[in-house]
């Protein structure tokens, strides 16, 4: 079914529930308070200073990928914690015996 598909059922939801507050019957509908959602107003400034904060200068997939062993052997705790942790994510995830649901990502303590 396509509802089973979570991308389509958010989408769908979303038309819902825009069609459910602002319906095409063609009344014109004001706000009743300041605290209707039609006086909703998006603070951009605000928007933006998020998007634009610099990003964090962890290693990308490609420098994961490209390491040689000398290079895995001489990291840190820290490092090699964020290494595990990045190949469960990318790598371990995607096994097909969906084993690694029951594997913690390291540095977790259960």
Known sequence: M??????V???ASLVVATKHQYPLDGVERF???AGD??????D?????SEFAKKEETKPGILRYEQMDPQE???MDK???TELLNWFQETQLDKHPTGQSSDILTVGEHH
């Open 72 to 74: 895995i052997w001489s």
């Open 31 to 33: 706000p009743c308070d």
């Open 9 to 11: 059922l958010l989408v």
């Open 44 to 48: 951009w400034v605000v928007w933006e």
């Open 2 to 7: 396509l509802l089973d598909i979570p991308e």
């Open 78 to 80: 820290e490092e090699m």
């Open 37 to 42: 959602p039609l006086c909703l107003q998006m």
